[in-house]
Protein backbone atom coordinates (compact mmCIF):
# COMPACT_ATOMS: atom_id res chain seq x y z
CA UNK A 1 0.00 0.00 0.00
CA UNK A 2 1.16 3.71 -0.45
CA UNK A 3 -0.29 6.66 1.11
CA UNK A 4 -0.65 10.61 0.60
CA UNK A 5 -0.13 13.17 3.28
CA UNK A 6 -2.14 16.44 2.94
CA UNK A 7 -1.99 18.98 5.79
CA UNK A 8 -4.69 21.78 6.02
CA UNK A 9 -3.36 25.34 7.63
CA UNK A 10 -2.70 28.56 7.01
CA UNK A 11 -0.10 28.50 9.82
CA UNK A 12 1.45 25.95 8.34
CA UNK A 13 1.39 27.32 4.83
CA UNK A 14 3.29 30.27 6.18
CA UNK A 15 5.69 28.89 8.75
CA UNK A 16 3.52 30.27 11.80
CA UNK A 17 3.94 26.49 12.95
CA UNK A 18 6.27 23.71 11.84
CA UNK A 19 4.51 20.68 10.07
CA UNK A 20 5.88 17.76 12.14
CA UNK A 21 2.42 16.23 11.81
CA UNK A 22 3.46 15.21 8.16
CA UNK A 23 6.65 14.11 9.92
CA UNK A 24 5.54 11.74 12.76
CA UNK A 25 2.59 10.19 10.20
CA UNK A 26 5.37 9.57 7.67
CA UNK A 27 7.86 7.51 10.13
CA UNK A 28 5.01 5.79 11.61
CA UNK A 29 3.83 4.83 7.72
CA UNK A 30 7.34 3.51 6.95
CA UNK A 31 8.29 1.65 9.93
CA UNK A 32 4.96 -0.71 8.97
CA UNK A 33 5.87 -1.09 5.09
CA UNK A 34 3.46 1.64 3.69
CA UNK A 35 5.15 3.78 0.66
CA UNK A 36 4.45 7.27 0.93
CA UNK A 37 4.75 8.80 -2.77
CA UNK A 38 3.52 12.97 -1.67
CA UNK A 39 2.71 15.40 0.90
CA UNK A 40 0.86 18.54 0.70
CA UNK A 41 0.29 21.77 2.63
CA UNK A 42 -2.67 23.90 1.83
CA UNK A 43 -4.52 26.78 3.16
CA UNK A 44 -7.57 26.72 4.85
CA UNK A 45 -9.72 27.62 1.72
CA UNK A 46 -12.64 24.82 0.98
CA UNK A 47 -12.51 25.17 -3.14
CA UNK A 48 -8.60 24.27 -2.93
CA UNK A 49 -8.89 21.51 -0.01
CA UNK A 50 -11.89 19.71 -1.97
CA UNK A 51 -9.94 19.98 -5.53
CA UNK A 52 -6.44 18.35 -3.76
CA UNK A 53 -9.09 15.47 -2.34
CA UNK A 54 -9.85 15.00 -6.22
CA UNK A 55 -6.26 14.62 -7.28
CA UNK A 56 -4.74 12.70 -4.61
CA UNK A 57 -7.59 10.54 -3.94
CA UNK A 58 -7.46 9.23 -7.49
CA UNK A 59 -3.61 8.38 -6.87
CA UNK A 60 -2.96 6.43 -3.82
CA UNK A 61 -4.11 3.33 -1.74
CA UNK A 62 -4.27 5.63 1.81
CA UNK A 63 -5.11 9.76 1.83
CA UNK A 64 -4.25 11.16 5.65
CA UNK A 65 -5.40 14.27 6.35
CA UNK A 66 -4.57 16.39 9.29
CA UNK A 67 -5.59 20.23 10.58
CA UNK A 68 -8.77 22.06 10.13
CA UNK A 69 -11.20 19.55 12.07
CA UNK A 70 -11.58 22.35 15.35
CA UNK A 71 -14.91 23.72 16.32
CA UNK A 72 -14.06 27.53 14.60
CA UNK A 73 -15.39 29.36 11.42
CA UNK A 74 -11.62 28.47 9.80
CA UNK A 75 -11.68 24.74 10.30
CA UNK A 76 -13.13 23.97 7.25
CA UNK A 77 -11.91 20.12 6.67
CA UNK A 78 -15.26 18.19 7.73
CA UNK A 79 -17.40 20.07 5.71
CA UNK A 80 -15.31 19.47 2.91
CA UNK A 81 -15.23 15.56 3.54
CA UNK A 82 -19.18 15.89 3.21
CA UNK A 83 -18.80 17.72 0.44
CA UNK A 84 -16.38 15.45 -1.56
CA UNK A 85 -17.75 12.61 -0.69
CA UNK A 86 -21.23 13.53 -1.46
CA UNK A 87 -22.82 12.13 2.30
CA UNK A 88 -24.25 14.29 5.32
CA UNK A 89 -23.52 14.90 8.67
CA UNK A 90 -24.98 12.75 12.17
CA UNK A 91 -24.56 12.91 15.34
CA UNK A 92 -22.55 10.19 16.59
CA UNK A 93 -23.73 9.38 20.35
CA UNK A 94 -20.21 7.45 21.49
CA UNK A 95 -18.41 10.68 20.34
CA UNK A 96 -20.45 13.01 21.75
CA UNK A 97 -20.34 11.11 25.27
CA UNK A 98 -16.54 11.76 24.85
CA UNK A 99 -16.83 14.97 24.13
CA UNK A 100 -19.19 15.89 27.60
CA UNK A 101 -16.91 14.13 29.76
CA UNK A 102 -13.52 15.74 28.26
CA UNK A 103 -15.68 18.90 29.84
CA UNK A 104 -16.81 17.71 32.65
CA UNK A 105 -13.24 16.14 33.50
CA UNK A 106 -11.80 19.82 33.49
CA UNK A 107 -14.73 21.68 35.19
CA UNK A 108 -16.04 23.52 32.07
CA UNK A 109 -19.58 24.46 30.61
CA UNK A 110 -20.15 22.32 27.31
CA UNK A 111 -20.87 24.79 24.26
CA UNK A 112 -23.44 24.23 21.23
CA UNK A 113 -20.45 24.50 19.27
CA UNK A 114 -18.65 21.91 20.91
CA UNK A 115 -21.75 19.65 21.06
CA UNK A 116 -21.78 19.65 17.23
CA UNK A 117 -18.26 17.77 16.81
CA UNK A 118 -19.96 14.78 17.61
CA UNK A 119 -21.63 15.27 13.78
CA UNK A 120 -19.72 12.65 12.13
CA UNK A 121 -19.78 12.47 8.12
CA UNK A 122 -22.17 9.18 7.68
CA UNK A 123 -20.04 7.19 6.14
CA UNK A 124 -17.69 7.67 8.23
CA UNK A 125 -16.34 5.41 11.59
CA UNK A 126 -15.20 7.93 13.86
CA UNK A 127 -11.68 7.59 15.42
CA UNK A 128 -12.34 9.04 18.59
CA UNK A 129 -9.69 11.63 20.48
CA UNK A 130 -9.07 10.70 24.10
CA UNK A 131 -6.85 13.84 24.11
CA UNK A 132 -9.27 16.36 22.73
CA UNK A 133 -12.97 17.17 21.49
CA UNK A 134 -12.67 16.83 17.78
CA UNK A 135 -13.00 12.99 16.19
CA UNK A 136 -11.27 11.62 13.69
CA UNK A 137 -12.78 10.40 10.56
CA UNK A 138 -12.26 7.10 8.54
CA UNK A 139 -13.29 6.06 5.03
CA UNK A 140 -13.79 3.34 3.37
CA UNK A 141 -14.48 3.80 -0.64
CA UNK A 142 -13.32 2.23 -4.42
CA UNK A 143 -11.01 0.42 -1.94
CA UNK A 144 -8.76 3.24 -0.39
CA UNK A 145 -9.26 4.69 2.89
CA UNK A 146 -9.46 8.61 3.70
CA UNK A 147 -8.41 9.22 7.02
CA UNK A 148 -8.86 12.63 8.53
CA UNK A 149 -7.52 14.11 11.85
CA UNK A 150 -7.21 17.14 13.81
CA UNK A 151 -3.69 19.12 13.44
CA UNK A 152 -2.92 19.20 17.28
CA UNK A 153 0.00 16.87 17.51
CA UNK A 154 -0.38 15.45 20.58
CA UNK A 155 -4.15 14.61 19.78
CA UNK A 156 -3.19 13.41 16.18
CA UNK A 157 -0.51 11.09 17.47
CA UNK A 158 -2.78 9.33 20.12
CA UNK A 159 -5.10 8.32 17.27
CA UNK A 160 -2.36 7.56 15.19
CA UNK A 161 -1.05 5.05 17.19
CA UNK A 162 -3.80 3.30 19.23
CA UNK A 163 -5.94 3.30 15.98
CA UNK A 164 -5.14 4.09 12.81
CA UNK A 165 -1.75 2.41 12.52
CA UNK A 166 -3.30 -1.18 14.23
CA UNK A 167 -6.37 -0.78 11.67
CA UNK A 168 -3.77 -0.25 8.89
CA UNK A 169 -1.65 -3.36 9.85
CA UNK A 170 -4.96 -5.82 10.13
CA UNK A 171 -6.28 -4.41 6.92
CA UNK A 172 -2.65 -4.94 5.54
CA UNK A 173 -2.73 -8.54 6.72
CA UNK A 174 -6.24 -9.47 5.66
CA UNK A 175 -5.37 -8.24 2.31
CA UNK A 176 -2.28 -10.45 2.06
CA UNK A 177 -4.36 -13.48 3.28
CA UNK A 178 -6.94 -13.14 0.84
CA UNK A 179 -4.77 -12.13 -2.33
CA UNK A 180 -2.30 -14.54 -1.37
CA UNK A 181 -0.02 -12.73 -3.10
CA UNK A 182 3.94 -12.33 -2.74
CA UNK A 183 4.27 -9.44 -0.32
CA UNK A 184 7.09 -7.19 -0.13
CA UNK A 185 8.52 -5.98 3.57
CA UNK A 186 9.92 -2.89 4.60
CA UNK A 187 11.62 -2.85 8.22
CA UNK A 188 13.66 -0.02 9.21
CA UNK A 189 15.83 0.71 12.28
CA UNK A 190 17.26 4.13 13.39
CA UNK A 191 20.87 4.21 15.13
CA UNK A 192 20.96 7.35 17.10
CA UNK A 193 24.65 8.18 17.33
CA UNK A 194 25.89 11.80 18.90
CA UNK A 195 29.47 13.45 19.30
CA UNK A 196 30.42 12.54 15.82
CA UNK A 197 29.61 14.91 12.58
CA UNK A 198 27.64 13.87 10.09
CA UNK A 199 31.01 13.77 7.62
CA UNK A 200 33.12 12.08 9.93
CA UNK A 201 30.85 9.30 10.73
CA UNK A 202 30.09 8.96 7.30
CA UNK A 203 34.23 8.65 6.24
CA UNK A 204 34.85 6.22 9.29
CA UNK A 205 32.29 3.75 7.90
CA UNK A 206 34.47 3.89 4.90
CA UNK A 207 32.32 1.37 1.77
CA UNK A 208 28.85 2.00 2.58
CA UNK A 209 27.68 -0.16 -0.39
CA UNK A 210 29.72 -2.92 0.97
CA UNK A 211 27.76 -2.50 4.30
CA UNK A 212 24.74 -2.51 3.23
CA UNK A 213 24.30 -5.09 0.39
CA UNK A 214 21.50 -3.41 -1.16
CA UNK A 215 20.18 -1.90 1.14
CA UNK A 216 19.78 2.17 2.24
CA UNK A 217 21.05 3.90 5.22
CA UNK A 218 20.19 7.46 5.41
CA UNK A 219 22.21 10.47 7.40
CA UNK A 220 19.74 12.52 9.56
CA UNK A 221 21.45 15.10 11.75
CA UNK A 222 19.79 17.63 14.23
CA UNK A 223 21.42 19.17 17.03
CA UNK A 224 21.68 16.51 19.39
CA UNK A 225 23.82 14.33 16.83
CA UNK A 226 23.01 12.04 13.83
CA UNK A 227 20.52 9.46 13.11
CA UNK A 228 21.50 6.44 10.59
CA UNK A 229 18.12 4.97 9.18
CA UNK A 230 18.68 1.53 8.15
CA UNK A 231 16.08 0.35 5.57
CA UNK A 232 15.55 -3.15 4.14
CA UNK A 233 13.46 -4.17 1.71
CA UNK A 234 12.69 -7.77 1.19
CA UNK A 235 10.08 -10.59 0.28
CA UNK A 236 10.20 -12.66 3.12
CA UNK A 237 9.98 -11.32 6.16
CA UNK A 238 12.43 -13.37 8.50
CA UNK A 239 14.91 -12.61 5.65
CA UNK A 240 14.72 -8.80 6.08
CA UNK A 241 14.52 -8.69 9.51
CA UNK A 242 17.95 -11.07 9.63
CA UNK A 243 19.76 -8.34 7.02
CA UNK A 244 18.52 -5.47 9.04
CA UNK A 245 20.26 -7.01 12.28
CA UNK A 246 23.21 -8.10 10.27
CA UNK A 247 23.22 -4.47 9.08
CA UNK A 248 23.46 -2.71 12.42
CA UNK A 249 26.40 -5.06 13.66
CA UNK A 250 28.28 -3.80 10.98
CA UNK A 251 27.49 -0.48 11.33
CA UNK A 252 28.27 -1.05 15.43
CA UNK A 253 31.61 -2.73 15.05
CA UNK A 254 32.81 0.49 12.99
CA UNK A 255 30.90 3.69 15.31
CA UNK A 256 29.59 1.62 17.93
CA UNK A 257 31.19 4.13 20.68
CA UNK A 258 29.52 7.20 19.28
CA UNK A 259 25.77 4.91 18.86
CA UNK A 260 23.95 5.60 22.30
CA UNK A 261 20.12 4.07 21.51
CA UNK A 262 17.76 3.25 18.12
CA UNK A 263 14.68 3.86 17.10
CA UNK A 264 12.25 6.06 19.96
CA UNK A 265 15.43 6.30 22.87
CA UNK A 266 16.46 9.48 24.04
CA UNK A 267 19.94 9.75 25.84
CA UNK A 268 18.51 11.01 29.47
CA UNK A 269 16.58 7.22 29.07
CA UNK A 270 19.45 5.64 28.33
CA UNK A 271 21.68 7.38 31.38
CA UNK A 272 18.46 7.18 34.06
CA UNK A 273 18.59 2.97 32.95
CA UNK A 274 22.46 3.25 33.30
CA UNK A 275 22.29 5.10 36.98
CA UNK A 276 19.53 2.97 38.13
CA UNK A 277 21.11 -0.73 37.02
CA UNK A 278 23.96 0.46 38.68
CA UNK A 279 22.47 1.46 41.99
CA UNK A 280 23.70 5.44 41.78
CA UNK A 281 22.81 8.74 42.35
CA UNK A 282 23.44 12.14 40.01
CA UNK A 283 23.72 15.46 40.71
CA UNK A 284 23.90 18.02 38.80
CA UNK A 285 25.65 21.82 38.91
CA UNK A 286 24.30 23.99 35.58
CA UNK A 287 25.81 27.41 34.83
CA UNK A 288 25.38 27.71 30.93
CA UNK A 289 22.55 25.16 30.62
CA UNK A 290 19.93 27.04 32.70
CA UNK A 291 18.85 23.80 34.62
CA UNK A 292 18.18 21.73 30.52
CA UNK A 293 19.69 18.97 31.79
CA UNK A 294 17.91 18.90 35.25
CA UNK A 295 14.98 19.26 33.17
CA UNK A 296 15.92 16.39 30.96
CA UNK A 297 16.47 14.05 33.64
CA UNK A 298 13.82 14.55 35.25
CA UNK A 299 11.28 14.12 32.02
CA UNK A 300 12.08 10.23 32.84
CA UNK A 301 9.49 9.17 34.52
CA UNK A 302 11.06 7.80 38.36
CA UNK A 303 13.38 9.92 37.71
CA UNK A 304 13.92 10.55 41.91
CA UNK A 305 15.72 6.89 41.72
CA UNK A 306 18.57 8.49 40.46
CA UNK A 307 18.78 11.93 40.52
CA UNK A 308 19.03 13.51 43.66
CA UNK A 309 19.28 17.34 43.13
CA UNK A 310 20.29 20.13 40.04
CA UNK A 311 21.56 23.91 41.17
CA UNK A 312 21.64 26.08 38.96
CA UNK A 313 24.72 28.12 39.69
CA UNK A 314 24.61 30.52 37.02
CA UNK A 315 26.83 33.93 38.76
CA UNK A 316 30.15 34.04 40.23
CA UNK A 317 28.74 34.42 43.54
CA UNK A 318 26.35 31.91 43.48
CA UNK A 319 29.16 29.02 42.47
CA UNK A 320 31.23 30.14 45.29
CA UNK A 321 28.62 30.35 47.28
CA UNK A 322 26.58 27.26 46.87
CA UNK A 323 29.00 25.20 45.02
CA UNK A 324 32.33 26.12 47.39
CA UNK A 325 34.40 26.88 43.70
CA UNK A 326 37.93 28.53 45.06
CA UNK A 327 37.41 32.36 44.20
CA UNK A 328 41.00 32.85 43.31
CA UNK A 329 40.59 29.59 40.88
CA UNK A 330 37.81 31.84 39.10
CA UNK A 331 40.43 34.99 39.03
CA UNK A 332 43.00 33.35 37.44
CA UNK A 333 41.23 30.70 35.01
CA UNK A 334 37.54 32.26 34.53
CA UNK A 335 34.40 30.74 35.21
CA UNK A 336 34.60 29.11 32.24
CA UNK A 337 37.65 27.09 32.21
CA UNK A 338 38.43 23.18 33.23
CA UNK A 339 39.31 23.76 36.66
CA UNK A 340 36.24 25.59 37.48
CA UNK A 341 34.07 22.93 35.76
CA UNK A 342 36.19 20.11 37.70
CA UNK A 343 35.23 22.24 41.25
CA UNK A 344 30.97 22.93 40.46
CA UNK A 345 31.31 18.61 39.44
CA UNK A 346 32.96 17.90 42.93
CA UNK A 347 31.12 20.97 44.95
CA UNK A 348 28.04 19.42 44.03
CA UNK A 349 28.97 16.22 44.57
CA UNK A 350 30.16 16.87 48.17
CA UNK A 351 27.05 18.75 48.85
CA UNK A 352 24.16 16.12 48.21
CA UNK A 353 26.02 13.15 48.87
CA UNK A 354 25.68 11.77 45.38
CA UNK A 355 28.02 8.88 43.62
CA UNK A 356 28.50 11.51 40.60
CA UNK A 357 28.70 15.32 40.42
CA UNK A 358 27.80 16.38 36.92
CA UNK A 359 28.73 20.31 35.73
CA UNK A 360 28.82 22.78 32.88
CA UNK A 361 30.24 26.16 32.11
CA UNK A 362 30.33 27.75 29.11
CA UNK A 363 29.31 30.91 27.21
CA UNK A 364 26.12 30.56 24.88
CA UNK A 365 26.80 34.25 23.11
CA UNK A 366 25.79 35.75 21.36
CA UNK A 367 27.52 38.23 23.78
CA UNK A 368 29.90 37.32 26.55
CA UNK A 369 33.10 36.55 24.23
CA UNK A 370 36.60 37.03 24.65
CA UNK A 371 39.53 37.08 22.46
CA UNK A 372 40.68 34.09 24.30
CA UNK A 373 37.09 32.85 25.19
CA UNK A 374 35.06 32.66 21.99
CA UNK A 375 31.46 31.71 21.97
CA UNK A 376 30.29 28.67 21.83
CA UNK A 377 33.45 27.41 24.12
CA UNK A 378 32.17 25.26 26.83
CA UNK A 379 33.31 22.85 29.77
CA UNK A 380 31.76 19.69 31.21
CA UNK A 381 32.67 18.40 34.81
CA UNK A 382 32.33 15.44 35.98
CA UNK A 383 33.38 13.73 39.53
CA UNK A 384 33.22 10.85 41.68
CA UNK A 385 35.10 9.04 44.73
CA UNK A 386 37.88 8.03 42.62
CA UNK A 387 37.78 11.52 39.48
CA UNK A 388 37.27 14.00 39.39
CA UNK A 389 38.11 15.66 35.35
CA UNK A 390 36.57 17.77 33.02
CA UNK A 391 36.25 18.23 29.12
CA UNK A 392 36.23 21.19 26.49
CA UNK A 393 34.43 21.16 23.72
CA UNK A 394 33.53 24.07 21.15
CA UNK A 395 30.33 24.42 19.94
CA UNK A 396 28.72 26.68 17.09
CA UNK A 397 27.27 30.63 17.40
CA UNK A 398 23.37 30.21 18.14
CA UNK A 399 22.77 30.92 21.91
CA UNK A 400 19.70 27.91 21.90
CA UNK A 401 21.35 25.70 19.44
CA UNK A 402 24.26 25.88 22.37
CA UNK A 403 22.21 25.10 25.58
CA UNK A 404 20.79 21.59 23.87
CA UNK A 405 23.97 20.81 22.24
CA UNK A 406 25.97 21.25 25.92
CA UNK A 407 23.12 19.38 27.64
CA UNK A 408 23.92 16.46 25.10
CA UNK A 409 27.41 16.27 25.60
CA UNK A 410 27.12 16.59 28.99
CA UNK A 411 24.73 13.24 28.89
CA UNK A 412 26.94 11.63 26.30
CA UNK A 413 30.05 12.14 28.35
CA UNK A 414 28.20 10.63 31.49
CA UNK A 415 27.07 7.95 29.44
CA UNK A 416 30.41 6.70 28.48
CA UNK A 417 31.96 7.20 31.69
CA UNK A 418 29.55 4.72 33.33
CA UNK A 419 30.07 2.45 30.38
CA UNK A 420 33.91 2.59 30.55
CA UNK A 421 34.22 3.93 26.71
CA UNK A 422 37.01 7.13 26.65
CA UNK A 423 34.96 9.94 25.09
CA UNK A 424 38.62 10.69 23.16
CA UNK A 425 39.49 9.09 19.99
Request: net charge neutral; hydrophobic share 40%; with cysteine.
Amino acid sequence: MNAYLVTIGDEILIGQVVNTNAAYIGEQLVKNGIKIIGSSVLPDDEDKIIKEFKRVFKICDIMIVTGGLGPTHDDVTRKCVVNFFDTELIMNEEVLSDIKKFFEVRGRELTKINEEQALIPKIAEPIRNTRGTAPGIWIEKDNKIFIAMPGVPYEMKNMMDSYVIPKLKSLSEKNKSERKQESTYILTRNLLTTGIPESTLFTKLGNIEEILNGAKLAFLPNQFGVRLRITVEENNKDFALSKLEEIEQKIRSIVGKYIYGKDDDNLEGVVAKLLIDRGLKLSVAESCTGGLIANRLTNISGSSLFFERGIVAYSNAAKVELLKVDEDIIAKYGAVSLEVARQMAEGIKSISGTDIGLSTTGIMGPTGATPNKPVGLVYIGICDEKICTAKEFRFGDDRLLNKDRTSQAALEMLRRYLLGINYDD
